[in-house]
Every structure is written in structure tokens, then in C-alpha cells.
């Protein structure tokens, strides 16, 4: 594990920035480097604090916010076609890269390297830890939380939020079908949303990204989780730190 001080956490410039402040209770702030991903914690001093695990851009000063009584992690990812898709696919942009699938090991690294970290210094553990993301970092909080029974018995993630999640992505589907129908699948809550621009494109894959969305709330809620699913106003890149707000409001009540 590489564990060396980041003075310079880089992130995906085109990519939404998914990064938040934290309003806590003495919080005590660390940051690192691990396996290539950047880490930036700020911890509540609240005995059993949920934590937030915000996947996106590090960034010192956001107008995300955080309850008192939450933690934060911050995790910068590059390469997110690569990090955070579960498996390949062709790209949907004439410019844009194929996508990789490397979501296992990211996951992997969460779980194995990154949590340990930075939960290394509390007291108790978290009452529950939440995985957020925007995009498709949204399509792998998705994916993490539908994945992490094969991985280990007891879930590290039980609440979710895929924001203006990648929901057009090939296979997802089929695959979150698979999920439910094995049984294991112990999350508590998830949070989809979109906004309701995005499906008025003329691109094949990602014109049914509204319609998809639905049927995954729909699935996660008949499977006996606790659900949303929020249309909010624009295209996929208006007002991303308002949805990433409205994600965490509803995750932590």
C-alpha cells in the first residue's frame, strides 16, 4: 500500500467535481495517497459517526455540505473510464475512450486499503458508511453496492447514491437482475437521480438512461430498499454540486 502524503491530489478536470466540505464536530483531517487514489478524510469526533465515502475530485472548499455528526472521505480517481467502469465496453463519444473494468479493483482497494486507512484512529465504529458519486462514479456506487456480498459477508457499504448516475451503461441492467434474483444484496437505501434533460440526446446508449433509471428504482424498492429516484432540472452537467447536495440530505436523515 502506498500510503506517502499527497501535497497534490489531481483529479479528472472534464469530470464533475464531487467533493464536499465537512461541518463537523472537531474534525480531524488526513490525506494520502493509496493505490493511486487520492484520499482526503475529515473525521467527526462523534463517537459512531456515519461516514460519507464521496468518490470525485478533492477539492478544498466546495458548497457541499456535511452534517454535523457525518464524516467525509474524499477519493480522487483518474482515468474514470478505466476506475470505475465494471467491465468493457465500446465508447458512446466519437472523441471519448473506450471503457475499461477496472471497478473491481477499485472496489477491492476501498474496501482492503482505503477504509482501514482512514478509519485506522476512531473509537467505534460507523453507524453506516454511504458511497456517493456523480456520473459514472454514480454507475459504480451503484455497481459497489449491488457487489460487495461477493467480496464479504458483512457489507461495508449500506447506503448508496448514484448521482445523475451512468445508468444508459451497457449490461447494467441485466446485471443488477442477477444481483437481486442471488439474494445477498444487503443494502439499506439507495438514491438515484438524473436530470431531466439527459435523455434528449440522439445518442443510441445513453437515450434510454430516464427509462433505465426507473426500472432500477423500481427493482432496488420491490427488493426492499429503501429507494429514490429524484428528476431534477437540466442536462447532465447543470448544477452538480445542488444534486450532490440533495443526494447527501437524503442518505443521512
Known sequence: ?????????????????????????????????ISGLSVHT????????????LLGDVADHSPVQIPEG??????????????????????????????????QKTLDTLINQVIP???????????????????????????????????TPIPTFQRIG?????????????????????????LTHAYLSLGDREARTPNPQIMHVRENAELLASKLQNAGITTTFELNRGNHFQNVEGRMQKALDWLVK
Open 42 to 53: 475529515q473525521m467527526s469526533s462523534v463517537a459512531g459517526a456515519p461516514i460519507v465515502y
Open 70 to 103: 457525518v464524516s467525509l472521505v474524499n477519493i480522487g480517481v483518474d482515468l474514470w473510464e478505466e476506475n470505475f467502469s465494471p467491465w468493457c465496453a465500446p465508447r458512446v463519444f466519437a472523441k471519448g475512450p473506450n471503457f475499461g473494468d477496472g471497478a
Open 117 to 151: 486507512w482512514a478509519e485506522s484512529e476512531l473509537t467505534d465504529p460507523p453507524a453506516y458508511r454511504m458511497l456517493v458519486g456523480y456520473s459514472l462514479a454514480g454507475l459504480f456506487s451503484l455497481w459497489a453496492g449491488l457487489s460487495q456480498a461477493c467480496i
Open 162 to 186: 448514484a448521482v445523475s448516475g451512468s445508468f444508459w451503461f451497457p449490461g447494467l441492467l441485466d446485471y443488477v437482475d442477477q444481483q437481486l434474483r442471488g439474494g445477498a444484496v444487503s
Open 1 to 33: 500500500m502506498n500510503a506517502t502524503p499527497d501535497t497534490h491530489p489531481t483529479g479528472t478536470a472534464t469530470r464533475p467535481v464531487a467533493a464536499a466540505t465537512l461541518h463537523s464536530a472537531s474534525p480531524v483531517a488526513r490525506k494520502t495517497t
